[in-house]
């Protein structure tokens, strides 16, 4: 049954694009680790791949290029992009300035007991995330978590520019994955929902930069 839009009618959603279908295929590979960092991606191939025109994979490749997922680079063309020390230091200190600031505010508001409306979107995520069956699950409701302690801040300009980092979010959580369980995930975040309430937006940035350690010091 087809989900229903907010008049009560049938939703209808439109088909993919030919640029979104093959930027949708290879940011797969990309995040399941397929396609390891800084290989290249080679229209040709990929034109053939999917059946396209090289200028639909040209289209495709600069879609995942805008979200850091690839870069491309003079006479060697597009490649994964390469998730090295700089670039996690660079992601987790925007992620502290909008995610530490988004619990200041949230805090600010609700003081150390979150009313309940706020919270559900972060237990929500908690709960799917102990049920998710795989990594590439439970890379995205991770997301969603972070997503919904932003969300609790109800500053637009924040959440706006945090959703910018969908993509490369779970890129980082692909390479941080060796590192965990399914299961010390969920304890974590279960813990982090606790401690933004109790102890504020401090434990957010002691949260990313355990993070941020685990893989510089690897």
């Known amino acids: ?65 805008a979200e850091r997922l690839a ?32 619990v200041r505010i949230a805090r600010q508001r609700y003081g150390s007991d979150w009313p309940d409306a706020v919270l559900a979107p972060a237990r929500d995520a908690l709960e799917r995330l102990g049920a998710s ?18 969300a609790a801040s109800g500053s637009p300009r924040i959440i706006e520019a945090h959703a910018a980092l969908g993509s490369e979010l779970l890129l980082f959580l692909l390479h941080v994955r060796p590192h965990y369980t399914i299961e010390s995930l969920v304890v974590e975040h279960r813990d982090l929902l606790d401690a933004v309430q109790s102890e504020g937006p401090e434990s957010v940035r002691e949260h990313l930069e355990h993070s941020t350690r685990l893989l510089v010091e690897d």
């Open 1 to 65: 049954m087809s989900p229903l839009d907010a008049t009560g009618a049938e939703a209808v959603h439109p088909a993919p694009t030919a640029v979104e279908r093959v930027a949708d295929a290879v940011r797969a590979e990309i995040l399941s680790g397929e396609l390891p960092a800084d290989a290249p991606l080679r229209e040709e191939a990929a034109a053939a791949r999917y059946g396209v025109s090289r200028h639909t994979v040209r289209a495709a490749f600069q879609r995942l290029v």
């Open 71 to 102: 870069v491309a680079l003079p006479y060697r063309g597009v490649r994964v992009a390469s998730f090295d020390r700089d670039t996690i230091v660079a992601l987790q200190q925007l992620r502290a300035a909008l995610e530490v600031e988004a």
């Open 133 to 150: 069956a795989d990594w590439l699950e439970a890379e995205r409701v991770h997301a969603d978590f972070h997503r919904a302690l932003v």
